[in-house]
Structures are given as C-alpha cells and as structure tokens.
C-alpha cells in the first residue's frame, strides 16, 4: 500500500511538472523566433546602408537614383528580391524610409501582404541622401 501511494504522488508529480513545462515551451519558441528574424532584418537593412552597399557608396550617405531602382524592382518582382535576401517563400520583408521630424512613410520594398500572427523581427538605420535630409530606413522580416 505505501508502494501504491508513493507511485501515484511521483506520477502527480511528474504530470505537473510536466504540464508546467509544456505551457513555456511555446513561449521560447516564439522568443527564439523573435530573435532569429531580428537577426534577419540586422543583416538585411546592413546590407542596404553601409557603405559599398546597396543604397550607400558611403557610410551613411544613401544614393537616391539607387533607392529608386532598387524600389522598381521590388515593385516588378518582390519573390526574386524576398530570394536575393535570402529569405524563405513563406517569409517576407518590408522596408520604409521615414523623414526625420515627420511621420511620413515612404515604402522602398512593400510586400503584396502583411501576415498578422507572425514572429517579426525590425531593424534600422539612419542615413541620409544628399541635398535632402535625414531618413531612417527601416526593414521588417517575417
């Protein structure tokens, strides 16, 4: 009988712990997801707006016939740009230009959707375009 007794306070013991476990498992899931696309969107507006990059010849110092092109593209072929990025079919990007002292938003690369639910990951930088003023470019992954 104590055997009996003790099998079942370790086995309730074991449920609850296990059930304990199992509500942070998704937790971490979603935080390593989080991370991973913050990596993702780091690397990608890096890519962009460093110097010798996609928008910049120099540090900081964005070209706007360069943004301009590359916004085209985007607009002609969004998959193939998602794919020189590197990303997955079912992940995306979205890149904005915002003017310093305004809310405006100007879209460089918008996607045809923008999932909801979804682990996202943001980075961005600042820089600016000759002549004009100073932008941040942000980059949103999924």
């Known amino acids: 009988m104590e055997y009996l007794?003790?099998?079942?306070?370790?086995?309730?013991?074991i449920l609850y712990v296990s059930f304990q476990a199992?509500?942070?498992?998704?937790?971490?899931?979603?935080?390593r997801g989080?991370?991973?696309?913050?990596?993702?969107a780091h690397r990608i507006v890096t890519f962009l707006a460093e110097a010798d990059a996609i928008f910049a010849d120099e540090p900081y110092l964005w070209d706007e016939d360069r943004?301009?092109?590359f916004q085209e593209r985007c607009q002609e072929n969004y998959s193939e740009v998602r794919e020189d990025f590197g990303l997955e079919e079912l992940s995306g990007v979205r890149i904005?230009?915002?003017e310093r002292g305004t809310k405006d938003e100007y879209y460089v690369c918008e996607p045809p959707f923008f999932p909801e639910g979804v682990a996202v990951g943001s980075a961005s930088r600042f820089g600016y375009v000759e002549g004009d003023d100073?932008?941040?470019?942000?980059v949103t992954v999924w």
């Not at 007794?5 to 013991?13: N, R």
């Not at 100073?134 to 942000?138: A, P």
Request: aromatic content about 10%; glycine content about 2%; hydrophobic content about 50%.
């Open 134 to 138: 100073i932008y941040r470019l942000e």
């Open 22 to 31: 199992a509500g942070v498992i998704p937790e971490v899931v979603a935080d």
């Open 5 to 13: 007794i003790a099998f079942l306070l370790f086995s309730l013991v």
């Open 67 to 69: 943004m301009d092109e």
């Open 96 to 98: 904005v230009k915002f």
């Open 34 to 40: 989080r991370s991973r696309k913050d990596s993702e």
